[in-house]
């Protein structure tokens, strides 16, 4: 399950020194954004991984997010995103003061809509991006994941029919 999640930081991590295949590449600064709900849940689900990193979350704040990320640094971004232009707009200023402050090495997200600001300014700010495709969209690609595979340096999918979707998609396997 996690063997993309190494690849991730061997691809996008200043640090690491891919020339050493199983070293222990040390911390990173991970940002990790999502959507509450699904998408807060299942990057959750990557706490084996994420655990050992110095890291900070951006998310909405609604009940379930509060609650699951009680006791991690946390950053609310504007909610509703869908079809919102005036808080994908504010979005996109927030993105922009948490990557120069928190200066991140990677940005993980699996979406939803808040994510697309933070992988523009990602890409202008040079900071590596993986964006995970969702589990539960197998048959058609899902609107983030159109807007955010041109931002993203490493494009994960978890079912090989999504692999089909999208060009440059990599294989990582489900992650529930």
């Keep these: 399950m996690f063997g993309g999640l190494r690849d991730l930081w061997r691809k996008g ?29 299942q990057l959750m689900r990557l706490e084996g991984w994420w655990r050992g990193h110095d890291r900070m979350w951006v998310t909405f704040n609604l009940p379930d997010a509060r609650s699951q990320l009680a006791d991690e640094p946390v950053v609310w ?21 948490v990557i120069r402050s928190f200066k991140p090495d990677i940005i993980v997200s699996n979406g939803a809509g808040v994510a697309f600001p933070f992988f523009v300014f990602a890409k202008l700010a040079r900071v590596k991006t993986v964006y995970i495709e969702v589990y539960d969209r197998i048959d058609s690609r899902t609107l983030n994941g ?25 294989l990582v396997g489900p992650l529930y």
Excluded at 22 to 32: E, I, M
Excluded at 81 to 89: D, H, L
Excluded at 151 to 169: G, H, S
């Design 13 to 41: 991590g200043r640090r690491a020194d891919t020339s050493l295949p199983n070293a222990n590449y040390g911390p990173a600064r991970v940002l990790l954004v999502c959507s509450s709900g699904g998408h807060l849940a």
């Design 146 to 170: 159109r807007l955010c595979q041109p931002f993203t340096d490493l494009f994960l999918v978890q079912w090989p029919e999504q692999k089909e979707l999208y060009r440059r998609a990599e």
């Design 77 to 97: 971004a504007y909610h509703p995103v869908t079809r919102n232009f005036s808080n994908a707009v504010r979005n996109l200023g927030l993105a922009v003061k």
